[in-house]
């Protein structure tokens, strides 16, 4: 039987499925592909991911995939003030991706457009009157630059002020083109709906992650690694939030930890760490290991996973995932925003000292917590989160 042709447009290439926004697009994509032959239009800004292509085959009817080099990139996000846009619009403006968009979309007669990340709107502008268009913007990216703008001070804050309002401009009108706006959860999609006229309400759903939960499991096939970890920290450690999370806890909670545990280790597992968290390397206890290839072992062997974010917004895998593979978590609110789990093992506080204790709780007690795992496999696995998605489009 004949699929009919879907565009599927994502900002970063939706494999390998490593980091938060490539898991969801990613299983968005495995979902849609059982239902349309998917032709996908996406960007690489990661040289490493170029070995993955191959796998986006089995998924896909046609792969139009463009480097993308970030430092250029900065360069023409900073035509936007001399534009009145956005510095991300200019950031990820490309003639090429614009020239494929329009020749798909005309060559095999495509209807309907599915968009991961809002700003890849910006390549079915001229055909919004002719498409079915479901944009799945995540979280509500605006708002990062108005918390942003709130750590800032002088020229700083001004800037990050001005894309929270000139980015919140151009999202809105990216709803008013669409038929569909999705988001992560259902607070995330609140948030949205309040710089939206009434009328573009109903457009506006939440839409939650999910967990591979046969491959995040304390007891699926994984490579062995001898240390034993007393406290992890998991996520790409070149995105700014999480760069920030881990200096707040190294800085302010990390401290007290080892007064009291002078042996305790902190490691902080992602790729790419910037030179501030490379720092942290080697200094009382704190490991920073870069890329890896398979985060599971550390967060297994750890005893207690922590996520200490400041600044975010929508659901925050790295969470997810800690409590598939049945470990406890404490967190700020920030970081449980969306997570509505009943669980005494997840522990939240935004107090430094408080957030000390719930960690050496942990560093004196088990360290599997099989609750934690039962509620993300009764409430949090990507076939049951991802169901409503094909309903979305004209099948």
Known sequence: MT?????????????PPNKGDKIRSFNMLKVLSQRFDIYLGSFVDDPYDWQYTSK??????????????????????????????????????????????????????????????????MFTSAHHKTIHQVVDYVDVDSDKWRQYAENKSGIGRW???????????????????????????????????QQLP??????????LNGVDVDYFSPTSEMET????????????????????????????????????YPEANFYVVGGNPTAQVLALNNIDGIVVTGRVKDVRPYIHNAKVSVAPLQIARGIQNKVLEALAMAKPVVATNMAIEGIDAQNTHIKVTDDAEQFCSAVCYYLESTTEVPESRQWIMDNLQWTATMSKLPALFKV
């Open 3 to 15: 699929k009919p042709p879907l565009l599927f447009l994502c900002h970063r290439i939706p494999f």
């Open 159 to 193: 800037v990050y002020n001005r894309e929270h309002h000139k980015l919140q401009a151009f999202e809105t009108q990216v709803c008013e083109r669409s038929q569909h706006a999705l988001f992560v959860s259902d607070p995330e999609a609140e948030l949205f709906k």
């Open 56 to 121: 986006l085959d089995k998924y896909c009817k046609q792969v139009f995939l463009l480097g993308q080099n970030k430092t250029w990139s900065k360069v023409k996000g900073l035509t936007a003030f001399l534009t009145g846009k956005s510095i991300s619009e200019p950031y990820y403006a490309n003639a090429k991706m614009q020239q494929w968009v329009d020749k798909t979309l005309h060559q095999q007669t495509i209807t309907q457009v599915f968009i991961y990340s809002s700003v890849m709107a």
């Open 225 to 260: 690694i001898s240390t034993q970890i007393d406290v992890v920290f998991t996520g790409a450690m070149d995105y700014w939030a999480n760069v920030d999370a881990v200096m707040w806890f190294a800085n302010h909670v990390w401290p007290s930890i080892r007064t009291q």
């Open 198 to 207: 009434a009328n573009q309400y109903r457009k506006v759903q939440g839409l």
